[in-house]
């Protein structure tokens, strides 16, 4: 990425994904999650908020149209789980809401925006391990922009985006910010 | 917000709204199977209690629980205050045995003022005095909010996220965040002149944008209540109509060192909120109380059990509520080390 150099990228972030792609995406990734559950039974959706929740329920309902099955979705809220608390202010919280029936037994696949330290999903291996005893647990991500400092991995990805640390990777929801839309930029302002 | 919580006063309208939306999303917590966070691991809260209290200290103690800080209860009786302690030696006790947080009860007004003088740590009024007891105020109005702006609470549970339609502006559908309690009539009833919790619910309640109304004999009614952001009305039966939330205040046998009324049945007869004056109030009106109650004085027992009556809901909400405060007070970084009050020994 040379986002340095070309000012108008530097400025607005270079393109990654559009809304096209990021449906495209998500459309493969609700594939796989039948594919790999056998069909969806027992699975439940667990957004990280704030952008994983939409995410959630974009792959709900695009599991529902390909299977007509309900895959129950929820959110879980990290942020008393996380390992950098007093490195800032205190935070607002997410928040958590649980299918009826909980998470016993059932396959959750956790859903976030972006996988890059994996700090966030140990916290949500922390927060999900309070609320009960899931059979297995699975991780999609729709971005994987690498630099781990925990042995994690994503299950379903919707795009490897190689990345330097520098760099900073916008996601953007229409639920949440009024448009789809996946830019990386090299200075940490917004697009 | 600010790094001690002493008054209602010092909440803007944002911090009130950012602990009541904290407390929301932690009320959640309770019907879990594991009802505790790991954030406050390796913290000490200190609960300094000059003055009999049940309610508050167990509440504060459970919610530092639930967050997993430790805790140390001190209460002044059977201590080295019945030895003749001060309160500022005491302080230096605690400091040097690295409280992050000091949790105080006392029968002076001003006491935590004082205290957060000495100490490093964060300092939470408990109540002191006459003077303010604001965590009771955010446990009211929490609870208010959850009854009365009618999204929170359960309303905000059943709706499944995936049935939640397409989010719109709003990330999250059907809850109360970020709600103040705008245009809300709230008539506080009683002896407000002895009542901590009086003060701090007038503070709180109009900068969340409620219209707060005292009802109380004249002599029961502080100096200076001029100047508090309400009105005054000395006629309880003419508020009732009028009124959303009800707030009865206990009659402070206690602190009764003067005939403030003639005899507890004539107060009980215009103040007290009987099974008659309940049925003034309009169809969807709450009835609270901060507790402990005197059944047949200022409150009937028919009326502290109804629906009504929000009064073992309060107990509950105020272990969310605390938990918020010390979540926003000692979850995040420490403040910086130029906001420390100088200890001066």
């Known amino acids: 990425m040379c986002a340095a150099t070309n000012p108008v990228a530097g400025r607005d972030g270079l393109a990654v994904l559009d809304a096209e792609e990021i449906r495209r995406a998500l459309t493969r990734i609700a594939h796989e999650i039948l594919e790999r559950t056998h069909g969806g039974d027992e699975v439940i ?91 297995a647990v699975q991780l999609a991500v729709l971005v994987d922009r690498g630099h781990r400092e925990l042995p994690i991995r994503a299950d379903y990805v919707g795009k490897n985006l190689p990345t330097s640390q520098r760099e900073v990777v916008h996601v953007l929801l229409a639920e949440v910010d009024a448009q789809d839309s996946v830019t990386i930029s090299d200075d940490g302002r917004q697009p | 917000m600010k790094r001690h919580l002493i008054s209602a006063a010092d909440l803007s309208r944002a911090d009130a709204l950012l602990i009541l939306d904290t407390a929301e999303e932690l009320a959640g917590l309770a019907d879990r199977p594991i009802k505790k966070l790991p954030t406050l691991r390796g913290r000490t809260v200190v609960n ?24 140390i209860n001190f209460s002044a009786k059977g201590s080295s205050v019945a ?24 029968g002076a007004s001003g006491a935590a003022h004082r205290l957060a003088g000495w100490v490093r740590g964060s300092v939470l009024n408990a109540g002191d005095g006459t ?52 245009g809300l009539r709230v008539t506080i009833v009683g002896d ?42 000395y006629d309880l039966d003419s508020e009732l109509p009028k ?57 009937a027992a028919e009326v502290a059990d109804s629906v009504r009556s929000t009064i073992v809901e309060q107990v509950a909400n105020g272990v969310t509520t605390r938990m918020a405060v010390l979540y926003l007070l000692l979850g995040g970084t420490e403040f910086p080390a130029t906001e420390f009050p100088a200890v001066t020994r």
Not at chain 1, 87 to 92: C, N
Request: hydrophobic share 40%.
């Open chain 1, 45 to 135: 959706l667990l957004g990280i908020p704030t952008r994983g929740v939409p995410l959630a329920r974009r792959l709900a309902a695009r599991i529902g149209e390909f299977e007509g099955l309900k895959v129950p979705c929820g959110s879980l809220d990290v942020t008393m789980h996380r390992d950098d608390l007093r490195l800032h202010p205190a935070r607002a919280l997410g928040r958590t809401d649980l299918p009826p029936g909980g998470v016993d037994g059932k396959t959750v696949v956790l859903v976030d925006d972006v996988l890059y330290s994996g700090r966030t999903v140990r916290a949500a291996l922390d927060a999900l391990n309070d609320l009960g005893r899931p059979r």
């Open chain 2, 48 to 71: 300094l209690f000059y003055e009999d209290s049940t309610r508050t200290r167990i509440s504060f103690e459970a919610a530092a629980k639930r967050l997993s800080a430790d805790v």
């Open chain 2, 83 to 106: 030895k003749g302690e001060s309160l500022k030696d005491t302080a230096l006790t605690l400091e040097a045995m690295g409280a992050d947080a000091v949790v105080i009860r006392h």
């Open chain 2, 131 to 182: 003077h303010e007891h604001p965590t009771q105020a955010l446990l009211d109005a929490f609870t208010i909010r959850r009854r009365l702006t009618g999204q929170g609470g359960t309303g905000g549970r059943e709706a499944p996220p995936c049935a939640g339609g397409p989010g719109g502006a709003s990330p999250r559908v059907g809850t109360a965040r970020g709600a103040g309690l705008d």
């Open chain 2, 192 to 233: 407000v002149l002895h009542s901590r919790v009086a003060r701090s619910n007038v503070l709180l309640l109009s900068t969340l944008g409620a219209e707060v109304t005292l009802a109380a004999p004249p002599t029961l009614l502080p100096h200076a209540v001029g100047s508090w952001p309400c009105a005054v009305s």
């Open chain 2, 243 to 299: 009124s959303d939330v009800v707030m009865m205040l206990r009659v402070q046998q206690e602190r009764m060192t003067a005939a403030y009324f003639p005899s507890v049945r004539e107060y009980s007869r215009r103040y007290g909120l009987d099974v008659a004056r309940m049925a003034r109030l309009p169809e969807h009106a709450i009835v609270m109380h901060p507790g402990p109650m005197n059944r047949g004085v200022e409150i």
